[in-house]
């Protein structure tokens, strides 16, 4: 269908110098406006039925709010959790609030002003072009644990990369610190992030300079995999120093954002990013941090989100670890290494994520290619490498490695050094 041409749904446009109102606003492509003739601000026509190419009616109306709104926007927040997306477009479009409390007639021409061009087609698009998806509440790769966040949850989350991001959140952990870190910081940060990645966990930071590059990098050295939380879209390198690691994270990971594609950073959408790496992860580390520090505000999240807050001292005499030690001394928990760190969270994951009493799923309900993978893990106490189960199960050795975080995410198997081997059952 050829979007520049006049669709008769749209009302005509308001004269100029006039206050916008509902004839005014036009609906965004792909979504379901009024009946063809309604007077202006008639309430819209049923849905039109999507092709079976084109996304589900609520994913549009979702992609739609995720440029409508900043990330973390209380207001679509609170009226998502009343009314599904698609009713709240259309009733900002409209000039309505969808429910109590309402905002301020500022804040509603504010939605309804930028609501004019959008295209969630488009996006949904350009990000499909890139080997991405838009995944939403309901999806079965929509991690529940995201629900924390109330009606600061997102709207929805641009996926880039393999894997399954509701599996590979089961057994992660963020770290996260200074972007200007020292040498001593980056070291820390990419031995605890690659010892992590070999005992099964699955390493979460922001993509950005730092102590974030040092645990993205650390995770990858030993082949494991690990995501990134952007403030940006995830077709945006940034910082454009970390183009070549991003594009990295994204072939043996994935990239995560609550902006749509080609949207790029601002200071205020990095501390609102912070809240995903904290919701996301079942506990956060900090590894160097000044008093002042986008880090400590992902700790503090963490913290009022009932995760574990942990953090690696450094020397008194160092100005980017005093914001660690005051952390420390507000209840953080003292770690030094990845052994720490993994008796920590794993106690807490119970706490928060307690496993179901009863046998563990069988394995027919496993999808082919992770039943094959599976097939081909020995019993033995050695285990056996990528390169080998890749041979024995026909498998390319990424995709065999990404179906090994999945299986250890679910208990099947556990990672021994380079080796992967049945989880023993008592």
């Not at 949850?153 to 996926?159: A, E, H, I």
């Amino acid at each position: 269908m050829n979007r520049t041409a006049k669709d008769p749904r749209q009302s005509p446009p308001a004269a100029a110098g006039s206050a916008p109102g509902p004839e005014s606003t036009s609906e965004p492509a792909g979504l379901p406006g009024p009946e063809p003739g309604a007077p202006p601000g008639a309430a819209p026509g049923p849905p039109t039925r999507p092709r079976p190419e084109d996304p589900e009616p609520e994913r549009l109306a979702r992609a739609a709010l995720s440029r409508l709104g900043e990330p973390g926007d209380v207001q679509l927040g609170r009226w998502l959790a009343g009314s599904d997306a698609l009713g709240v477009v259309r009733a900002i479009r409209d000039g309505t609030a969808p429910g109590p409390p309402g905002p301020d007639d500022a804040r509603l021409a504010a939605y309804r002003a930028r609501m004019t061009g959008l295209d969630p087609v488009a996006d949904l698009e350009r990000v499909r072009a890139a080997g991405g998806r838009f995944i939403i509440p309901g999806d079965a790769e929509w991690p529940s644990q995201l629900d924390d966040l109330g009606a600061g949850r997102p709207t929805g989350l641009w996926v880039l990369g393999t894997g399954s991001l509701r599996l590979l959140a089961l057994r992660s952990v963020a770290v996260v610190g200074a972007r200007a870190c020292t040498a001593y910081g980056a070291h820390v940060a990419g031995d605890l992030a690659a010892q992590l990645a070999e005992r099964g966990w699955v390493v979460v930071s922001g993509g950005a300079y730092g102590i974030d590059a040092a645990a993205h990098r650390g995770a990858l050295a030993v082949g494991g995999p690990t995501v990134g939380v952007l403030a940006c879209g995830v077709d945006v390198a940034y910082p454009r120093g970390n183009t070549g690691l991003i594009r990295r994270i994204a072939g043996q990971g994935l990239l995560v954002s609550e902006l749509p594609p080609g949207e790029h950073p601002t200071r205020f959408r990095f501390v609102l990013r912070n809240r995903v790496i904290a919701a996301l992860t079942r506990g956060t580390v900090v590894v160097e941090a000044a008093l002042r520090s986008g880090a400590l505000s992902t700790a503090r999240r963490a913290r009022d989100l009932n995760r574990h807050t942990m953090g690696v001292p450094g020397p008194v005499t160092s100005e980017l670890s005093a914001g660690v030690h005051v952390l420390i001394r507000g209840g953080a928990t003292v770690v030094t290494d990845a052994a720490e760190i993994a008796e920590l969270i794993g106690s807490i994951g119970d706490d928060l994520a307690p496993e179901r009493s009863g046998p563990v799923l069988p394995r027919d309900l496993l999808e082919p290619a992770a039943a094959r993978v599976l097939e081909a893990v020995p019993a033995t106490p050695d285990g056996a490498p990528v390169e080998r189960l890749a041979r024995q199960s026909g498998l390319p050795p990424d995709e065999v490695l990404q179906r090994l975080y999945e299986l250890g995410s679910l208990g099947h198997v556990e990672r021994h050094g380079a080796h992967w081997r049945l989880v023993r059952r008592r």
